[in-house]
C-alpha cells in the first residue's frame, strides 16, 4: 500500500467478504503490512460480506483488529467479526464471532512492487456445534501469496484444510484481482474486485462461483474513511452454504456501506 487511506480502503474490502477483505479483498493481509510497529482497526458495517457471500444474513457487522509489523517485513495480527452464518446454517449452535489469526512476510522488492505471503486461520469459537456427516468442522486454514504493483493487488490464496465446512472441500483454491485507485480528488479511492472461489471435491460440484465489487472510499481524516459499494456473485443458491434460513441465495447483489476507523 501506498499510504495509510489505500491501507484502510484494502481493510474495508476485506469487511465485505472481502476478507475480505481486501483484501486484496481478504482484510488481515492488507492491513498487516501499514507502516509502524501496533496498528489497529475498528468497523462497522451494513453487513459482513465475504467472498461475496453474505456472513451475517444482511445484518449490520461490527469488526476489528490489530497489527504488529516489523520492519524486516514480517507481520502478525488478528482480525474479528460478529457473525450469524454458522448458527443459521446449524440448528442450535451458537457462533456469533469470526476469528482471524494470520502472519506473513510482506516486502518492496523492486519501485512499485511488493510481494507479499502467510498463513491465515479462520478460527469461530462455538458451542452446541452438531455437524452432519454432509459438512466437516468450519475451521478453516489457508496460505496465501500476493503481488501489488501500484494500484491493482492480485492474490491467490489456498485451503489447507476443509472450506469453512464444505466436506471434502481441501485443496480449494481462490484467486482474485483487487483494484484500489487515488483518484486525488477529495481523498476518494476507486474500489474494484473481481475473485473466482474453487471450490473441490465430487459434493461441491456446484459450489464454485465468481464475485466481484465496485465501489468508492473516502477519506474522513483522523484515520477515519467511509465505503460504498455493490457487491454481487453467481453463486448458486441452491447450495445449501449460500442459502439463508428463508431460502435467500447469501450471494445475491447488494449495496454496501462501512465506517472504519485506524488507530
Keep these: 500500500m501506498k499510504n495509510k487511506l489505500l491501507a484502510l480502503s484494502a481493510i474495508t474490502a476485506a469487511c465485505l467478504m472481502t476478507m475480505s477483505s481486501a483484501m486484496a479483498e481478504d482484510a488481515p493481509a492488507a492491513a498487516a503490512a501499514e507502516p509502524g510497529p501496533i496498528t489497529a482497526n475498528v468497523t462497522l458495517a451494513s453487513e459482513y460480506r465475504y467472498r461475496g457471500i453474505a456472513q451475517t444474513n444482511s445484518l449490520p457487522a461490527v469488526q476489528g483488529g490489530f497489527d504488529y509489523a516489523h520492519e524486516s517485513g514480517f507481520y502478525v495480527g488478528n482480525w474479528n467479526s460478529t457473525i450469524s452464518w454458522i448458527g443459521d446454517t446449524y440448528a442450535g449452535a451458537s457462533a456469533p464471532i469470526e476469528m482471524d489469526l ?30 452432519p456427516t454432509t459438512a466437516s468442522n468450519p475451521n478453516t486454514t489457508e496460505l496465501y501469496v500476493a503481488a501489488t504493483y501500484s494500484f491493482a493487488t492480485l492474490k491467490y490464496s489456498y485451503s ?8 471434502g472441500s481441501k485443496g480449494s483454491s481462490y484467486v482474485d484481482l483487487a483494484l484500489n485507485y487515488d483518484t486525488g480528488v477529495e481523498g476518494i479511492i476507486l474500489n474494484g474486485h473481481v475473485g473466482y472461489q474453487n471450490v473441490t471435491g465430487t459434493a461441491n460440484a456446484n459450489s464454485s462461483y465468481t464475485d466481484w465489487k465496485l465501489g468508492l472510499t473516502k477519506d474522513l481524516g483522523n484515520g477515519m474513511n467511509v465505503a460504498v459499494a455493490y457487491i454481487g456473485t453467481n453463486a448458486n443458491g441452491s447450495v445449501a452454504f449460500y442459502q439463508s434460513p428463508t ?7 447488494t449495496g454496501f456501506i462501512s465506517f472504519t476507523k485506524a488507530f
Aim: net charge neutral; proline share 2%; no cysteine.
Design 102 to 131: 494470520y502472519a506473513g512476510f510482506k516486502k518492496e522488492v523492486s519501485e512499485g512492487l511488493t510481494l507479499d505471503g502467510g498463513v491465515l486461520q479462520y478460527y469461530y469459537p462455538t458451542s452446541n456445534l452438531k455437524i
Design 160 to 167: 489447507l484444510t476443509d472450506l469453512f465446512g464444505q466436506i
Design 247 to 253: 431460502g435467500q441465495n447469501l450471494g445475491r447483489g
